[in-house]
Structure formats: C-alpha cells, structure tokens
C-alpha cells in the first residue's frame, strides 16, 4: 500500500518531466536558439538571392553561413541555421516585399566536421575546445531524452510490478537527465562566445538569446525537481518500509 504524499510526489514528478521532455523537444527541433538582429541599412540588397544561394546550395563553410547569418538576420538552433530574406513569389512581376524564412539543416556528418581556431583561413590549426562543444550541444540533449525515455519504462514496469523500489533508479536517471540539459546550454553559449571571439559580427549587428534556448533552460529545473520528487518518494518510503517491517517484527 503506497502513501497517499508518495502517490501525490509520483504525480507530480510524472507531470513535471512530461513538461521538461516536451519543452526539451521543442528546443531540439527548433532554431531559434541563437539570432542575429542587423540594422536594414546593413541589409544586402540586390545580393540576397546570391547569398541566399550560397547558404542553402553552397558547401559547408562556417565562415561563410555566419557572415550570411549575420547580414540576413539569421538563427541557429542545434540541427538548423536559417536566413531572413525577400520572399520569391512568381505572381509578382516587382520585389515581393514580403519576408521569408529559408533554413538548411545541418547533416550528421557535418555536426561531426572539425572547428578551426581561425575560420577564416582555411586548413589552419583545430580548435579542439570549439569542436567536442559542438559535438556535446547536440549529443547531450539526445542523452537527456534517452534517460527521461528509460526512466519512464522504468517507472512503467514498476508500476506493473507493484513495487516501489524501482522509483530511486527514476530519480537518478531524472538527475543524470537534467544535468545533461544544463551542459547543453552550457557547451552552447560557450561554442558561441568562442565563435565570435574568432569571427566578430559586424558593427551594428546585434547577437541575442532565442526563446528555444529558453526553453531547454525551463526543462532543466523542471527535470531536477522531477528527480527531487522521485527520490525523495522512494526514500521516504523505504523508510517507513524499514519502520514497519521492524514493528511487525517487534
């Protein structure tokens, strides 16, 4: 028979890491973890579409998709970089001056590809801190989806199973999750920080948080309070457990 504060605990933390995966996910899936804000008297005009080609067509070069991002009010999230440009409408004989969104995903092989100290000389000296940042801002949030997945089979067959020892195993996953999410954002914002120290953006442009970011900030407390909740329900009632047994024994 499970406590009535242990049942609300298990509730609560159940609610609290649904929120923290979807918000996670959201992150994950979207760009708007990093945006460039540039002034339209900086804006290219006639040679958008030439940048515009470039981005989405040309190869993979870090120098070049940033200096594009940085004119055409661009955005970056963990799987995608996107620009800001005129829309292409063939009903309009004139510029449609509507906007447009264009973004190109970054494949896995390119997630895997060396950053240089220098991105602006080519075949210059790696950058080993830039390149395993890169590499852990997007394996990390997959490790912390991975271990909320586990925990709630984990949780699932303890349910079926009637037992409630299982529950400290969920709290350390919740944990392990959480931590994950944090060096996520953390090994972000470094990655970016190191970028513009080798590859400033222009006068007048003007770099900002994005509210993906944000909310794989909200995940993270979310997920330690999950952890919280799970593992001092199952503490708890092993406690009680130990009393009991001893009780019944006396």
């Known amino acids: 028979m499970v406590d009535n504060r242990y049942a609300?605990?298990?509730v609560i933390g159940s609610v609290l890491s649904?929120?923290?995966?979807?918000?996670?996910?959201?992150?994950?899936?979207?760009?708007?973890?990093?945006?460039?804000?540039?002034?339209?008297?900086?804006?290219?005009?006639?040679?958008?579409?030439?940048?515009?080609e470039e981005f989405i067509n040309g190869e993979f070069d870090e120098k070049t998709y940033s200096e594009t991002m940085f004119r055409l009010n661009g955005?970056?999230?963990?799987?995608?970089?996107?620009?800001?440009?005129?829309?292409?409408?063939?009903?309009?004989?004139?510029?449609?001056?509507?906007?447009e969104t264009q973004c190109v995903s970054f494949t896995l092989a390119q997630q895997f590809s060396p950053k240089y100290k220098y991105p602006a000389i080519q075949n210059n000296e790696e950058d080993l801190l830039?390149?395993?940042?890169?590499?852990?801002q997007f394996l990390l949030p997959?490790?912390?989806?991975?271990?909320?997945?586990?925990?709630?089979?984990?949780g699932v067959c303890a349910c079926l199973c009637r037992s409630f020892t299982p529950t400290l195993g969920v709290g350390v996953l919740h944990l392990l999750a959480g931590l994950c999410t944090l060096?996520?954002?953390?090994?972000?914002?470094?990655?970016?920080?190191?970028?513009?120290?080798?590859?400033?953006?222009?006068?007048?442009?003007?770099g900002s948080?994005?509210?993906?970011?944000?909310?794989?900030?909200?995940?993270?407390?979310?997920?330690?309070?999950?952890?919280?909740l799970f593992l001092?329900?199952?503490?708890?009632?092993?406690?009680?457990?130990?009393?009991?047994?001893?009780?019944?024994?006396a």
């Open 75 to 99: 955005t970056q999230g963990l799987w995608w970089r996107c620009i800001l440009v005129p829309s292409q409408s063939h009903w309009f004989k004139e510029p449609d001056p509507r906007m």
């Open 130 to 136: 830039r390149t395993y940042l890169w590499r852990c």
């Open 8 to 10: 609300t605990a298990l």
């Open 183 to 206: 060096g996520t954002v953390c090994c972000f914002l470094a990655g970016v920080d190191l970028l513009q120290q080798y590859l400033p953006p222009p006068v007048g442009v003007e």
């Open 142 to 154: 997959l490790v912390s989806l991975a271990l909320v997945f586990l925990g709630g089979l984990v």
């Open 209 to 228: 948080l994005g509210w993906s970011l944000y909310l794989a900030l909200i995940s993270f407390p979310l997920q330690m309070m999950a952890a919280a």
């Open 18 to 52: 649904l929120l923290a995966t979807v918000y996670l996910s959201v992150a994950v899936g979207t760009q708007h973890w990093y945006q460039y804000s540039c002034p339209p008297v900086k804006r290219e005009g006639g040679n958008a579409s030439e940048l515009r």
């Open 232 to 249: 001092w329900a199952a503490r708890s009632h092993r406690k009680n457990y130990t009393r009991m047994t001893a009780y019944r024994v």
